[in-house]
């Protein structure tokens, strides 16, 4: 007697049946924002060294009406499913001041980015890549920049160095397989964004301070606090150096006042005069250094809701806040002066002056000081005279399309 017709599967064939097709879409309504900023919760829980976002902030970041960096940029936001269930997110976007930077310096005409990606598995993950891609190609781009999340000044880079402590205040934070994912998805590195740690609790090597009691000596020099009741003024000082200091950066974008604006609300609550100095010269403001106390550590505890009280805690520790870890995530100096000795003599001065309103004021005992490019030999070996060492890495790919 023949035997009865009866479907025979392997147990991996069994699973790969049951288990609903993956599917990427582009985020459409309130729902699917939801799912995309939810995402990063779920992937991320158990990591102990992720630090969860605010979601009011995510929300904020990619809302074209809350985030002045689309004045000038335009995106779309991806989620992949499988059945009913979330399992990764991606953004595709242009920055059509990008578009218009020289090619040698990173960006330029053709080129695109992705960024925010958060995946359950590496097939999720190159489904999505893949989506981003073409989105990109369908708007013209003909390179492929990520990840990027959103701006250049935002969170640029994947993490490849450092997946052991937390990030501080506006650095991103990814699992170490996403590497291996994105490598084997055809990208290759473009730049390396470093972070330095060092310790503030002790004074810098002696060199550094006969620099710094030599330019103390000098008439022509005033390192003065920033005034926050002249905010939008110190504000517009800080960016016209920021923007002449950085124009020959390797991804350069200037920062435009929209872009401003969003940062200013979103940083005055962190903002400390004797955190933030202004280097003169002849009374001429030439170089500037912006320090946050690190909001991480206060933000870590809240889930990422300031609901039920999480808003009590923070406004109680923005009073006053005492840190482990300081971020300067921004100092410059005018063009016409860097590669000189002023210019390391200003920064060194600016760095004591706030390392020394750090430890006194804040309890800060840790400092740490990025990004800084790979090849920024000038802030690279001022660096070092400090005694800090690279703590974090960040790694911007780039594939043609």
Do not use: C
């Not at 506006?170 to 990208?187: D, F, K, L, S, V």
């Not at 606090?225 to 991804?251: H, P, Q």
């Amino acid at each position: 007697r023949p035997e009865p017709k009866t479907a025979r599967h392997s147990t991996e064939e069994f699973i790969r049946l049951a288990t609903p097709p993956l599917m990427v879409r582009p985020v459409a309504d309130r729902g699917d924002r939801k799912a995309f900023i939810d995402i990063a919760y779920t992937l991320n829980r158990d990591d102990p060294n992720w630090v969860p976002p605010l979601r009011s902030e995510v929300a904020g970041t990619i809302d074209p009406k809350k985030n002045g960096w689309f004045s000038h940029a335009r995106g779309q936001l991806f989620v992949a499913t499988r059945g009913n269930q979330t399992v990764g997110r991606i953004s595709a976007h242009i920055d059509t001041l990008a578009l218009t930077m020289p090619a040698d310096r990173g960006f330029g005409p053709g080129v695109g980015f992705w960024g925010m990606i958060e995946a359950a598995d590496e097939n999720t993950a190159k489904a999505l890549i893949n989506a981003a891609e073409d989105w990109l190609r369908k708007q013209g781009m003909t390179r492929a920049l990520g990840p990027v999340s959103l701006s250049i000044w935002e969170e640029p880079g994947l993490l490849i160095k450092g997946h052991d402590h937390a990030p501080t205040v506006m650095m991103g934070h990814h699992p170490a397989r996403y590497q291996g994912w994105i490598e084997r998805a055809g990208y290759l590195p473009a730049k390396q964004l470093l972070t330095y740690e060092l310790d503030i609790s002790v004074e810098f090597p002696p060199i550094v301070n006969r620099i710094i009691q030599s330019g103390e000596k000098n008439p022509r020099i005033n390192i003065r606090k920033v005034d926050k009741s002249r905010f939008d003024e110190e504000a517009a000082i800080i960016l016209s150096i920021l923007n002449d200091a950085w124009a020959d950066n390797w991804g350069f974008v200037p920062l435009t006042q929209p872009e401003i604006n969003d940062v200013a609300v979103k940083l005055k609550p962190i903002v400390f005069e004797d955190l933030i100095r202004i280097a003169e010269l002849d009374g001429k403001p030439v170089a500037f250094m912006i320090t946050l106390p690190d909001l991480n550590e206060a933000i870590k505890p809240l889930g990422g809701s300031l609901l039920p009280f999480g808003w009590a805690k923070l406004l109680l520790w923005l009073r006053k806040p005492q840190v482990r870890t300081m971020r300067v995530p921004l100092m410059g100096v005018v063009k016409e002066l860097q590669a000189s000795r002023m210019a390391s003599q200003l920064a060194f001065m600016m760095i004591e002056y706030i390392r020394r309103a750090s430890v006194t004021r804040y309890g800060a005992s840790r400092g740490e000081i990025g990004w800084v490019l790979d090849d920024n030999q000038g802030m690279n070996a001022i660096a070092d005279a400090i005694d800090s060492h690279v703590n974090r890495i960040y790694q911007i790919y780039a594939k043609a399309l």
